[in-house]
């Protein structure tokens, strides 16, 4: 990854749980860079892309098993846990009970460790679903109106109450960002209403042109995958917070017209059409804009990568995969 300077002197063993996801395999492959590939272990309840197994430790792991969980832990001496394992948007309102289980389970078995004492800090990311119809919609604040209308947003925005509680409660060190929708090359969308913004470089390279399931002008927070780790990992470094706050963190906004424009300039041939499914309802649920002020003021949180150099990364990256010109 490109743009990430900062190096922390810290040897506590690390585990990801759900590292074969698109947020897990670069945050893994990223902590392993800035922590050695020994202090980093990997787990998913399926193997990770050929990146992510080349080197370090993996074990397969059912989320919702705390036994498991806690076998690795003791296994491997972990002090902190990435709790990443869920069932995204689009996916979680197919099967809307496996989604509860799978989000939900996995953090309070997390939580339950750490309270028990096996482990002394814990990220678990929460995300903008948790916001809804009723939530300000444009520089959405830090603390406001909360409604979410679907069972991603409600699991998330469960998940913040019990973080606060366990933290409150039994001062558990647990840490969490709400992320925009994150795009990256490296691996695939993975069931998420954001996920346009990543399939339309990849039919921009393939196909030369892209259905997408939004209309033209629904804008969504967005952030590219650098940020997003950098966000994540520089939260979990820092001595704050010393209460729980799930913060906000903001980088881009764009709409499906607006990226696509940004790609035109690179490929002049590229075409976008317009077809609005379930998703769309979704989105209109979700901020269109973030206020991250408190993440600024509390940890110094800035992001680096705009929409036009997001763009170039993308498509250059895309197109040595695909070997296209």
């Known amino acids: 990854m490109s743009g990430f300077l900062i190096h922390y002197m810290d040897n506590t063993i690390k585990l990801i749980i759900g590292a074969s996801g698109q947020i897990g395999t670069e945050l893994t492959l990223k902590l392993r860079q800035l922590f050695g590939v020994d202090n980093v272990i990997a787990s998913d309840i399926r193997i990770g892309n050929t990146e992510l197994m080349a080197e370090g430790k993996f074990e397969i792991l059912d989320a919702t098993d705390k036994n498991a969980i806690l076998n690795i832990i003791k296994k491997y001496n972990i002090s902190e846990v990435y ?12 099967y809307p009970h496996k989604a509860w289980d799978l989000n939900m389970n996995s953090l309070l078995h997390v939580l339950e460790l750490a309270k028990e004492g096996h482990i002394n800090k814990v990220f678990w990311p929460s995300s903008i679903a948790v916001f809804g119809n009723s939530t300000p919609h444009t520089n959405t604040p830090q603390n406001t109106i909360m409604e979410p209308t679907t069972v991603y947003g409600i699991s998330k925005l469960a998940g913040e109450r019990w ?11 647990v840490r969490s960002v709400r992320y925009p929708g994150i795009i ?25 042109t892209y259905n997408c399931f939004l209309s033209e002008h629904t804008r969504l927070p967005m952030m590219y995958m650098d940020d997003a780790v950098n ?9 704050l917070p010393i209460n729980f706050t799930s913060y906000n963190i903001a980088a881009i906004n764009f709409t499906p017209s607006e990226i696509t424009k940004s790609i035109q300039k690179h490929i002049s041939d590229f075409s ?20 991250d002020n408190l993440a600024k003021t509390s940890w110094n949180w800035k992001y680096r990568v705009d929409l036009e150099r997001m763009t170039e990364i993308m498509l250059e990256n895309l197109k040595l995969r695909y070997n296209s010109k």
């Open 83 to 94: 709790s990443l394992a869920a069932m995204l948007s689009v996916t979680a309102e197919k």
């Open 163 to 173: 973080c606060d509680y366990y933290k409150s409660k039994y001062n558990v060190d």
């Open 184 to 208: 990256s090359w490296k691996t695939n969308p993975g069931g998420g209403t954001t996920d346009y913004a990543v399939e339309i470089f990849h039919k921009a390279i393939t196909d030369r």
């Open 231 to 239: 966000a994540t990992i520089s939260l979990m470094q820092t001595e």
């Open 272 to 291: 976008i059409t317009y077809a609005p499914d379930f998703r769309q309802q979704i989105a209109e649920s979700w901020p269109e804009s973030i206020d």
